[in-house]
C-alpha cells in the first residue's frame, strides 16, 4: 500500500538508511568495548549519508563520509588506541540507581512529545526559498549550497576559519599541559 | 515521489533520542562524545529534511556549519579527555567529583 503511493526505490532508500542508522545507533549505547562503538558510530553516519543522498543533498553526504566517517571517527579510534582504553567497560553496573529508567522516561517524553508535535501540527508552515530555491529533484545543489555559503553565510563562514584555528591550538594547548608541567618541576 | 518529510522527520526523533539516552546513561567519557555525534547527526537529518519540504537552500549551508562545528568540539574534547586521562587514568566521568558539595 505504501509503495503504490510512493516509488519503490524511494521507500527501499529510506529503509536502508533507517536500518544502518536505527542498529548503529544502537550499537553505539549497548557494546561494551569502544573501538566497537566507534565503529558502529560510522555504521549510523554512513546511514545518516544514504538520507542525506535520497533527500538530494549530495555535497553533504560526501562531506558526511569524508569529515564524519574519515576523520573524528579515526580521531576517536586514535585516542581510544592511544589511550589504550579499549578494555570493556561494565556496562551493567549503575553508581547511581534508577538512573537508566529516568533516563528512559526522559527521552520517552521528549520524542513522544516531538512526534506527537508532528501529527497534530503542521510543522512545515514557514516561507518557502527564502534564501535559495533547491535546484531540480536530483542535481546535488552543490553550486547553490556554494553560492549561499560564500555570500549569504559569508561572515559564519568566515568565523568557522577562526573557531578551526582556536580549536586546534586548544587541543595542542589542553593534550601538552601536563609534561610542560613536568618540565618546570624539573627546572 | 519522494518518502514524507514526517518519515524523516521520525527517524531523526528516534535517532536523537537514542543518543540522549547513551549520553545520560554511558560513563565513559569517549562513548559519551559518540552520542553527542549521534544527536548532532538527528539534528542534521531534520535541517536537510526541512530545506527539501520548504526548497531552501539555508538548510543544507546550515548543516555544513553543524559539521564545522562538531569537528572543533570534538578535537578540544578529546584534548580535555587525554589531558584527564593522563592525571587519573580513567576516562569514567564518575571519577570527576571533586566539586561534589
Known amino acids: ?187 | 515521489m519522494n518518502v514524507p518529510a514526517a518519515w524523516y522527520l521520525i527517524l531523526a526523533a528516534v535517532l536523537f533520542g537514542i543518543g540522549a539516552f547513551g549520553l545520560l546513561t554511558r560513563r565513559s567519557a569517549l562513548i559519551m562524545f559518540m552520542c553527542i555525534e549521534l544527536m548532532l547527526n538527528a539534528v542534521n537529518l531534520t535541517f536537510v529534511t526541512f530545506s527539501r519540504t520548504l526548497n531552501d537552500i539555508s538548510g543544507q549551508a546550515i548543516v555544513f556549519f553543524v559539521m564545522v562545528v562538531a569537528a572543533a568540539e570534538v578535537t578540544v574534547g578529546l584534548g580535555i579527555v587525554v589531558a584527564i586521562f593522563r592525571r587519573r587514568s580513567s576516562t569514567s566521568v564518575d571519577e570527576l567529583s571533586e566539586m561534589k558539595g
Open chain 1, 1 to 187: 500500500m505504501i509503495a503504490a503511493a510512493y516509488s519503490v526505490p524511494n521507500v527501499l532508500v529510506f529503509v536502508t538508511a533507517t536500518l544502518l542508522i536505527l542498529v548503529g545507533a544502537i550499537g553505539v549505547i549497548s557494546v561494551k568495548n569502544p573501538v566497537h562503538a566507534a565503529l558502529c558510530l560510522i555504521m549510523t553516519l554512513i546511514g545518516v549519508a544514504v538520507a542525506f543522498i535520497a533527500q538530494s543533498a549530495d555535497f553533504l553526504a560526501a562531506v558526511q563520509i569524508i569529515v564524519y566517517a574519515g576523520a573524528i571517527v579515526v580521531l576517536f579510534l586514535f585516542v581510544i588506541m592511544f589511550l589504550g582504553v579499549d578494555r570493556r567497560e561494565h556496562i551493567h553496573f549503575e553508581p547511581l540507581v534508577g538512573q537508566r529508567a529516568f533516563a528512559a522516561v526522559g527521552v520517552a517524553i521528549t520524542v513522544g512529545g516531538l512526534i506527537t508535535l508532528m501529527a497534530r501540527s503542521h510543522w512545515v508552515s514557514g516561507a518557502s526559498s527564502v534564501t535559495t530555491k533547491l535546484s531540480k529533484v536530483g542535481s546535488g545543489n552543490v553550486k547553490e549550497l556554494g553560492t549561499a555559503v560564500f555570500t549569504t553565510y559569508l561572515f559564519a563562514f568566515e568565523a568557522t576559519a577562526a573557531l578551526l584555528i582556536i580549536a586546534v591550538v586548544g587541543a595542542v594547548l589542553l593534550a601538552r599541559r601536563e609534561q610542560r608541567a613536568d618540565v618546570e618541576e624539573n627546572a
